[in-house]
């Protein structure tokens, strides 16, 4: 498959098989995951793998919505602002996009496996903290369910690219 194939096939599935995803399969997404450049190679980020039924039901309730549940496993993404580059001239700190840019090699190396996932940012980051009992310098970034979709998801609806795409000035 072609990145562009890829990149087309990739959607947020919300809806999930019971279907447990292999070891070796979840091992080889975080560790192309991990392959994500980071401003001056911080890797400020942290991923939280959660399978048990009861840990997964605790992530449920800062993001409650029942397809959340149907999926084996959920995956948070954090964010260690502490650890991460920050530009000297505006104190810029670049973990959030460093964050950013792992969750996305994550999303589309699991697609390329053929599993579903979903960036959730509207959960509760005050409930989730509790939940997963995270240190406080450590930011939630995004929760994805992962697994083999049963959902077939919504066709991609996207800008028309001349609306986004400025050629020469804006
Ligand atoms: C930063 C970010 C936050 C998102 N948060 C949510 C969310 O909380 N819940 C949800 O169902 N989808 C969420 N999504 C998924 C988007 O709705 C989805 O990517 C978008 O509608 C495009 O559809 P596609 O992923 O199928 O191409 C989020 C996506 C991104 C990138």
């Given at each position: 498959m072609t990145f562009r194939e890829l990149a087309i096939q990739r959607i947020s599935v919300r809806g999930y098989r019971p279907d447990p995803v292999p070891d070796k399969i979840l091992q080889e997404i975080l560790d192309t995951a991990h392959m994500a450049p980071s401003a001056a190679n911080r890797q400020p980020w942290h991923v939280v793998v959660i399978r048990d039924e009861l840990r997964r039901r605790a992530v449920y309730s800062a993001y409650p919505r029942d397809w959340l549940l149907t999926a084996p496993v959920l995956l948070v993404v954090c964010v260690e602002p502490s650890a991460?580059?920050?530009?000297?001239?505006?104190?810029?700190?670049?973990?959030?996009?460093?964050g950013a840019i792992f969750m996305t090699h994550l999303i589309l190396a699991a697609a390329e496996h053929g599993l579903g996932t979903c960036w959730i940012a509207a959960f509760s980051p005050r409930r989730l903290r509790e939940v997963l009992q995270l240190p406080s310098h450590i930011v939630p970034l995004a929760i994805t369910p992962l697994g083999y979709p049963a959902?077939?998801?919504?066709?991609?609806?996207?800008?028309?690219?001349?609306?986004?795409?400025?050629?020469e000035q804006w």
């Open positions: 991460a580059w920050v530009r000297s001239e505006d104190q810029w700190n670049a973990a959030e996009g460093d959902d077939s998801g919504r066709p991609k609806q996207r800008k028309p690219l001349d609306a986004i795409v400025h050629r």
